[in-house]
């Protein structure tokens, strides 16, 4: 059986500055190569009432109506619009990068 790399090895060898870092580049490269982790943690985070359609459409690396046709069809219904100011600045700030990626 082949040995487990443990954070701190990755730290020790001068690759990266803490093990938070580690764990978060390997959770990057981890989302990056299934995508449809992404998705399903979006769909948590939305359940869990953490995060607005906007932004779960954001972290699952979809367009908000694909998104809400997503939620719809886990019997998920969508909650609109933000029920704070803050949600309604972070649903703007959402929907700016996916309209800014759009164009990309």
Do not use: C, N
Not at 20 to 30: E, G, I, K
Not at 36 to 63: M, P
């Amino acid at each position: 059986m082949m040995e487990a790399w443990k954070t701190k090895d990755f730290v020790s060898a001068g690759l990266y500055e803490d093990e938070r870092a580690v764990v978060q580049d390997a959770m990057r490269a981890l989302l990056s190569e299934r995508p449809q982790l992404r998705l399903e943690l979006a769909i948590h985070r939305y359940r869990s009432e953490e995060i607005s359609l906007a932004k779960a459409a954001a972290l699952a690396g979809v367009s908000w109506e694909r998104m809400r046709e997503i939620l719809l069809s886990r019997g998920v219904q969508p909650r609109l619009g933000p029920e704070t100011k803050e949600e309604a600045y972070e649903e703007i700030r959402a929907m700016e990068r996916i309209v800014h990626e759009d164009a990309g």
